[in-house]
């Protein structure tokens, strides 16, 4: 033991020597101590106070920008997202400065793409915006540096874009990126009858599957996107139907490869499409997405079939990559240059005039001089009148990416000299005079024409007349171009106007021609906003429930539902509640039976919620 401890403290009380005050001197001293007010810093004050807590922030009344990058089945899922936004209330805004969110929608494909979403989020963070991320980009890798912190939305979950707004509006951050399952078996993804604002009235876009069976060694998109998963014949049809009666007269059918669709569920591509065609009325058309070689092999004669129909654009994009067979074994596609010559060589037998349309890979590694010649032969060979030309990018975490990769300076020159050979003929020269069937559907760029597109889906630009839109009519060709030609209808000619009905105005929101009420409980809690004299208030319902309950209400004929602002809607509450509540009120006959029935659901939700009763469905 130290020699500065003379003695062993038998107690604690040992301690206290004669001098230390007694806890009677102690508790006097306390009362001559007096608080001194320390005064806070206002500036602070004042920078606090421009920021409302979390839980007094309305949800549903802000402005959202929408940026989508990438094809078409991107764009659809952007389409979805929007009109779920805008029926809860939020105000979809093509200006995004004035915007209070940016829901950024990604691609995964190349990496200029995902350059142009990571300069967004970077451009969001200056100007203080809120940021929601969706898309591949995300949803393969969600751990990036970049992405830390950030609100995130998987490509399966868009379902759930209010929450993930809502939440994110609210200051927390949020991931979703679960996978859509049915006793464990992967679904196609959300439901087909969500609420949509279409970019384009006239053109419904419908994704039949998610994901594909291929596993090609430079495909990111597989990391996103996943094994293929498609939707039921039947919901695709309702989809198709109710998209023709709102005014559609255009259908895109997309997804990673359409002509896998089935494999997983036990039907076919071409079993689907002549369900289509059944629901297609005249005055429409139908446009078969992307499909690769190996999978339309099987169903050639069928699909010649389908090409042919009048009501089905004789089109498809097959994309080949590479007309070199070790180049093509090395990307593990799955086929060689003759299945593709084989697909090519029968359809423009059996479909006369078919547009075939392609992708090629510039670049690929291991790709030598000779490869590259072969793919210039096919070029040559073909003609393709639609050709898309990459340049090959090695994308992270992809075995490409890995492989001894071919000079940037060389892989630029086979670019030029490919696209130089593509530009090299007109594929549209001999058409002059002819007399076509077009139909009407966009707006130029330059805004100067309407564009068309006839029976080979060959793009038309016609006069700029507003009688013409969303109409199939006949054109005289006087003019062709290297990706158009250009035409005058014939005055004589009849003109046929798709047997629908009116098409919804520009930012309209679909879906809602039949009611549909779900009402969804959520871990998050159902929360009502109420709005009186004194302001807006928010409570929680402070309960969850996993069930779902569903109302059906169809309107009376030409009863036209639309979201309203938030300024409008004195009651705010999740999604579909806030539909089954506002909307019939809305109508001029016909709503009492289910107003009443969302009144008593309401006072039921009090209840439970002053009674603390526990409520099971």
Same mark, same amino acid.
């Given at each position: 033991?130290?020699?500065?401890?003379?003695?062993?403290?038998?107690?604690?009380?040992?301690?206290?020597?004669?001098?230390?005050?007694?806890?009677?001197?102690?508790?006097?001293?306390?009362?001559?101590?007096?608080?001194?007010?320390?005064?806070?810093?206002?500036?602070?004050?004042?920078?606090?106070?421009?920021?409302?807590?979390?839980?007094?922030?309305?949800?549903?009344?802000?402005?959202?920008?929408?940026?989508?990058?990438?094809?078409?089945?991107?764009?659809?899922?952007?389409?979805?997202?929007?009109?779920?936004?805008?029926?809860?209330?939020?105000?979809?805004?093509?200006?995004?400065?004035?915007?209070?969110?940016?829901?950024?929608?990604?691609?995964?494909?190349?990496?200029?793409?995902?350059?142009?979403?990571?300069?967004?989020?970077?451009?969001?963070?200056?100007?203080?915006? !809120?940021?929601?991320?969706?898309?591949?980009?995300?949803?393969?890798?969600?751990?990036?540096?970049?992405?830390?912190?950030?609100?995130?939305?998987?490509?399966?979950?868009?379902?759930?874009?209010?929450?993930?707004?809502?939440?994110?509006?609210?200051?927390?951050?949020?991931?979703?990126?679960?996978?859509?399952?049915?006793?464990?078996?992967?679904?196609?993804?959300?439901?087909?009858?969500?609420?949509?604002?279409?970019?384009?009235?006239?053109?419904?876009?419908?994704?039949?599957?998610?994901?594909?069976?291929?596993?090609?060694?430079?495909?990111?998109?597989?990391?996103?996107?996943?094994?293929?998963?498609?939707?039921?014949?039947?919901?695709?049809?309702?989809?198709?139907?109710?998209?023709?009666?709102?005014?559609?007269?255009?259908?895109?059918?997309?997804?990673?490869?359409?002509?896998?669709?089935?494999?997983?569920?036990?039907?076919?591509?071409?079993?689907?499409?002549?369900?289509?065609?059944?629901?297609?009325?005249?005055?429409?058309?139908?446009?078969?997405?992307?499909?690769?070689?190996?999978?339309?092999?099987?169903?050639?004669?069928?699909?010649?079939?389908?090409?042919?129909?009048?009501?089905?654009?004789?089109?498809?994009?097959?994309?080949?990559?590479?007309?070199?067979?070790?180049?093509?074994?090395?990307?593990?596609?799955?086929?060689?240059?003759?299945?593709?010559?084989?697909?090519?060589?029968?359809?423009?037998?059996?479909?006369?005039?078919?547009?075939?349309?392609?992708?090629?890979?510039?670049?690929?590694?291991?790709?030598?001089?000779?490869?590259?010649?072969?793919?210039?032969?096919?070029?040559?060979?073909?003609?393709?009148?639609?050709?898309?030309?990459?340049?090959?990018?090695?994308?992270?975490?992809?075995?490409?990416? !890995?492989?001894?990769?071919?000079?940037?300076?060389?892989?630029?020159?086979?670019?030029?000299?490919?696209?130089?050979?593509?530009?090299?003929?007109?594929?549209?020269?001999?058409?002059?005079?002819?007399?076509?069937?077009?139909?009407?559907?966009?707006?130029?760029?330059?805004?100067?024409?309407?564009?068309?597109?006839?029976?080979?889906?060959?793009?038309?630009?016609?006069? !700029?007349?507003?009688?013409?839109?969303?109409?199939?009519?006949?054109?005289?060709?006087?003019?062709?171009?290297?990706?158009?030609?250009?035409?005058?209808?014939?005055?004589?000619?009849?003109?046929?106007?798709?047997?629908?009905?009116?098409?919804?105005?520009?930012?309209?929101?679909?879906?809602?021609?039949?009611?549909?009420?779900?009402?969804?409980?959520?871990?998050?809690?159902?929360?009502?906003?109420?709005?009186?004299?004194?302001?807006?208030?928010?409570?929680?319902?402070?309960?969850?429930?996993?069930?779902?309950?569903?109302?059906?209400?169809?309107?009376?004929?030409?009863?036209?539902?639309?979201?309203?602002?938030?300024?409008?809607?004195?009651?705010?509450?999740?999604?579909?509640?806030?539909?089954?509540?506002?909307?019939?009120?809305?109508?001029?006959?016909?709503?009492?039976?289910?107003?009443?029935?969302?009144?008593?659901?309401?006072?039921?939700?009090?209840?439970?919620?002053?009674?603390?009763?526990?409520?099971?469905?």
């Amino acid at each position: 033991m130290p020699a500065a401890c003379d003695s062993v403290l038998e107690d604690i009380e040992d301690i206290v020597s004669a001098e230390d005050l007694k806890p009677h001197d102690r508790q006097f001293v306390r009362k001559n101590v007096f608080p001194k007010v320390r005064k806070r810093n206002s500036q602070k004050n004042i920078q606090a106070d421009d920021d409302p807590p979390s839980d007094s922030i309305i949800p549903g009344v802000q402005k959202i920008w929408i940026r989508t990058w990438g094809c078409s089945h991107n764009n659809s899922d952007g389409e979805y997202m929007a009109g779920q936004l805008a029926a809860y209330g939020y105000k979809i805004t093509d200006n995004s400065a004035e915007a209070d969110l940016w829901l950024l929608n990604s691609c995964t494909v190349k990496n200029p793409a995902e350059d142009h979403f990571r300069n967004s989020i970077k451009k969001a963070q200056e100007g203080k915006k !809120k940021v929601v991320l969706a898309g591949c980009v995300p949803q393969a890798q969600p751990r990036q540096d970049y992405l830390k912190g950030l609100s995130i939305i998987g490509v399966q979950q868009i379902d759930r874009v209010v929450e993930v707004v809502e939440e994110t509006i609210k200051g927390h951050s949020v991931r979703l990126l679960g996978q859509k399952k049915d006793n464990g078996k992967r679904l196609g993804g959300a439901r087909l009858d969500l609420p949509k604002i279409r970019k384009n009235p006239l053109i419904e876009i419908i994704s039949i599957n998610t994901g594909c069976l291929n596993a090609c060694t430079y495909c990111k998109t597989k990391h996103a996107r996943g094994d293929l998963a498609s939707y039921p014949i039947e919901e695709l049809v309702d989809r198709a139907k109710q998209s023709f009666q709102e005014g559609v007269c255009e259908i895109w059918l997309t997804s990673e490869d359409t002509g896998a669709y089935g494999r997983d569920i036990g039907t076919d591509l071409p079993t689907l499409l002549w369900k289509l065609v059944e629901a297609i009325p005249e005055g429409a058309m139908l446009r078969l997405g992307m499909t690769n070689p190996p999978y339309i092999l099987e169903h050639l004669e069928e699909m010649a079939k389908i090409l042919n129909h009048p009501r089905v654009y004789a089109f498809l994009h097959i994309p080949v990559q590479s007309a070199s067979d070790s180049v093509l074994m090395d990307m593990k596609r799955e086929y060689c240059v003759a299945d593709f010559k084989q697909v090519v060589d029968f359809l423009r037998e059996k479909v006369p005039g078919i547009t075939i349309a392609t992708d090629i890979i510039c670049g690929f590694p291991g790709e030598t001089d000779e490869d590259f010649q072969e793919t210039m032969k096919l070029v040559e060979q073909y003609r393709f009148p639609s050709l898309f030309i990459n340049q090959f990018y090695p994308r992270p975490g992809t075995p490409a990416a !890995k492989l001894h990769q071919v000079p940037a300076a060389v892989k630029k020159q086979r670019t030029k000299d490919l696209s130089q050979l593509f530009h090299s003929y007109n594929p549209y020269d001999h058409k002059v005079g002819e007399r076509q069937r077009v139909l009407v559907t966009e707006e130029s760029f330059d805004s100067n024409y309407y564009v068309a597109h006839n029976p080979f889906y060959e793009q038309v630009l016609v006069p !700029k007349d507003p009688l013409l839109m969303g109409k199939m009519v006949e054109v005289n060709i006087y003019e062709a171009g290297k990706h158009f030609m250009k035409g005058q209808p014939v005055s004589d000619a009849r003109v046929y106007t798709a047997s629908i009905t009116r098409p919804l105005a520009k930012g309209e929101v679909s879906g809602l021609t039949e009611l549909k009420v779900r009402i969804f409980w959520r871990d998050l809690g159902a929360c009502s906003q109420v709005e009186d004299g004194n302001g807006r208030h928010s409570r929680e319902f402070g309960f969850n429930m996993l069930n779902e309950k569903e109302f059906r209400h169809a309107p009376q004929k030409g009863t036209n539902w639309k979201a309203h602002s938030s300024a409008e809607v004195p009651v705010k509450t999740p999604l579909s509640l806030w539909m089954a509540l506002q909307l019939p009120w809305q109508q001029e006959g016909g709503g009492l039976k289910i107003l009443s029935v969302s009144l008593a659901l309401l006072a039921v939700l009090v209840m439970f919620y002053y009674g603390g009763m526990k409520i099971e469905l």
